[in-house]
């Protein structure tokens, strides 16, 4: 079913996270297509702030390609940013596999950079950006 979530402005972003947290609640891969400024990390890190990360400790991790964040009970948080990656091997030399097969959260930017590494499992949420500066989440559940 699909499922979509708007995002009127940033002082939306609280109640939008809290949204999609609720409505996505059991999937653990949870990969962000979107356009260079859509706000991916600005989502992710509204996220990460509804499950009890310190604001100060996100940060986009596009030169270290994955930040561990704690959440509110001690829990890993993987943060994955794959801009950077060229070749499908690079992802695996972090380790890839070894977060996504931890049952953690994964929440990964340009995940189209290694599209054929996701797991089945993996939702694809999509942002989009409106014509009034909104922005829309959209999956399929």
């Not at 509804?50 to 964040?69: C, K, M, Q, R, W």
């Amino acid at each position: 079913m699909k499922q979509e979530i708007t995002i009127q402005d940033l002082s939306d972003l609280g109640r939008a996270a809290r949204a999609f947290l609720e409505a996505v609640r059991g999937h653990s891969l949870l990969a962000f297509y979107a356009p260079m400024g859509a706000g991916k990390t600005t989502f992710i890190t509204a996220l990460c702030k509804e499950l009890g990360v310190e604001e100060d400790a996100i940060s986009s991790p596009t030169f270290a390609i994955v930040n561990e964040y704690r959440g509110r009970q001690g829990q890993p948080i993987f943060h994955f940013d794959f801009y950077r990656i060229d070749k499908p091997a690079e992802a695996l030399d972090i380790g890839l596999y070894d977060y996504l097969d931890s049952g953690e959260l994964c929440l990964m930017e340009w995940p189209e950079n290694i599209e054929g590494l996701l797991p089945e499992e993996t939702l694809k949420v999509n942002i989009s950006v409106q014509p009034d500066g909104s922005r829309r989440i959209s999956w399929e559940d």
